[in-house]
């Protein structure tokens, strides 16, 4: 008798699905830094963004037969964690996120340049939470996750277009909240 799913230390073999391989987990492991980066930016406070890499990579993992190989793991994980965010969104009620900024103290370093560049962030980090959520999440997997316009698309489910129109207005109102001038200069993100 021959069975349909073969369960081995290095591969698993899905019921009429794509092998998934060590390879996979691997993947997934390297991009934790960008999930947890990208989980910071939706929820805005460190504790919930640990919270959300877990629920994402759990999830991941317990549905890693559905992934297909020939996608980009990152696509399918940042997926995935907007997802579990949303669902975080609708589940939790008014909650007041911790601020952590004193946390990550630096030894040895300018006190005045810190101090400056940790206000900064804080009026960034302020200036991005006022965007709506969907033009933050796209701003974020530009910007800083620095995926292409029809990469943003594919894992959002939302057309190229879309994208890029969100994508503007998040800068300007970014640019407008800072008081600067919005850049006009190439982006990271621009189909390459």
Same mark, same amino acid.
């Given at each position: 008798?021959?069975?349909?799913?073969?369960?081995?230390?290095?591969?698993? @073999?899905?019921?009429?699905?794509?092998?998934?391989? *060590?390879?996979?987990?691997?993947?997934?492991?390297?991009?934790?830094?960008? &999930?947890?980066?990208?989980?910071?930016?939706?929820?805005?406070?460190? $504790?919930?963004?640990?919270?959300?890499?877990?629920? *994402? %990579?759990?999830? #991941?993992? =317990?549905?890693?037969?559905?992934?297909?190989?020939? *996608?980009?793991?990152?696509?399918?994980? @940042? /997926?995935?964690? !907007?997802?579990? @965010?949303?669902?975080?969104?609708?589940?939790? !009620?008014?909650?007041?996120?911790? $601020?952590?900024?004193?946390?990550?103290?630096?030894?040895?370093?300018?006190?005045?340049?810190?101090?400056?560049? !940790?206000?900064?962030?804080?009026?960034? =980090?302020?200036?991005?939470?006022?965007?709506?959520?969907?033009? /933050?999440?796209?701003?974020? &997997?530009?910007?800083?996750?620095?995926?292409?316009?029809?990469? %943003?698309?594919?894992?959002?489910?939302?057309?190229?277009?879309?994208?890029?129109?969100?994508?503007?207005? #998040?800068?300007?109102? &970014?640019?407008?909240?800072?008081? #600067?001038?919005?850049?006009?200069?190439?982006? !990271?993100?621009?189909?390459?």
């Amino acid at each position: 008798m021959t069975s349909s799913r073969y369960t081995g230390t290095k591969n698993r @073999f899905c019921r009429d699905g794509p092998r998934v391989t *060590t390879d996979s987990r691997s993947e997934m492991i390297t991009l934790l830094p960008r &999930l947890r980066a990208f989980a910071r930016s939706l929820t805005g406070a460190a $504790d919930l963004a640990d919270d959300l890499v877990q629920i *994402t %990579v759990e999830k #991941a993992l =317990r549905h890693l037969d559905s992934y297909a190989p020939d *996608t980009r793991m990152d696509a399918w994980l @940042f /997926r995935i964690m !907007r997802n579990a @965010f949303i669902d975080m969104v609708r589940a939790r !009620r008014d909650t007041q996120p911790l $601020d952590d900024a004193g946390a990550d103290t630096v030894m040895g370093e300018d006190g005045r340049r810190t101090t400056e560049n !940790r206000l900064h962030l804080a009026e960034v =980090r302020r200036a991005m939470a006022g965007l709506p959520e969907e033009q /933050r999440t796209v701003l974020m &997997l530009v910007c800083v996750e620095g995926m292409r316009y029809r990469e %943003v698309a594919a894992a959002l489910g939302i057309p190229e277009g879309t994208v890029m129109s969100r994508l503007s207005r #998040a800068r300007l109102s &970014l640019a407008h909240s800072l008081n #600067a001038t919005p850049d006009t200069g190439p982006h !990271r993100g621009i189909a390459r």
